[in-house]
């Protein structure tokens, strides 16, 4: 049995959520790969910087798939299904993508720190909300993919001009860019707090 017959023997719901959350991960992948390898600021790393940025609104996008909660709990009648197996499924779901976000940003601020630009790190978090509300717009409201950038350049484009001189799309940005940057805040005292308490277990610790 391959991957491709394992792949389309899951049900829909499975796989498009499997797919969102790979997406989503693969700004934390690429963070650890940039910020944390102590790889140098070569052509290959802004290339790979530039792919982070492209690829960092899939992981706040995860917060949008709630509206398929919604759906999925009018498909059953079953109060314990939706319980114990739809509600957790989504909110599992949900915290894993936006984590990945936040520890992908708290990778990029801490090696602003080691790079001696700390004083960037609160400006590059708002620039990064602002961009990964744009682009959580263009692919729940346009259905755009982060490959689209490259592969049909012009279309996007022109989605995101339309989408700059419309009311009623730059409302729905600045509400994405608001609870993006709220969340964000919340989780990231919490991933500090636990990254604290790691060290801090470390330290006495040092042979365990």
């Not at 790889?39 to 492209?54: A, N, P, Q």
């Not at 992981?59 to 398929?68: E, N």
């Not at 759906?71 to 314990?80: N, Y």
């Not at 339309?162 to 860019?177: C, H």
Request: net charge positive; aromatic share 16%.
């Amino acid at each position: 049995m391959t991957w491709m017959t394992i792949w389309y023997a899951l049900p829909f719901a499975y796989r498009w959520m499997a797919w969102n959350l790979l997406l989503a991960l693969m700004p934390w992948l690429l963070s650890v790969w940039l910020f944390q390898t102590g790889l140098k600021r070569s052509i290959v790393w802004w290339v790979g910087f530039v792919v982070f940025i492209v690829f960092l609104p899939n992981a706040p996008y995860t917060l949008t798939d709630l509206i398929h909660l919604v759906e999925e709990i009018q498909r059953t009648d079953s109060l314990l299904l939706n319980t114990l197996v739809i509600l957790p499924k989504f909110a599992l779901f949900v915290l894993l993508g936006f984590a990945a976000y936040v520890v992908s940003l708290v990778n990029l601020g801490q090696y602003l720190q080691r790079q001696g630009m700390e004083r960037f790190v609160f400006p590059a978090e708002l620039v990064l909300h602002g961009l990964s509300a744009v682009g959580v717009y263009l692919g729940r409201f346009e259905r755009f993919n982060s490959w689209d950038l490259a592969t049909r350049p012009v279309q996007v484009m022109v989605g995101l001009f339309k989408s700059l001189f419309d009311g009623r799309s730059l409302m729905i940005m600045a509400l994405s860019f608001s609870v993006i940057a709220i969340l964000y805040w919340l989780f990231k005292q919490i991933t500090l707090a636990l990254m604290l308490q790691q060290q801090y277990r470390k330290m006495l610790h040092p042979q365990s």
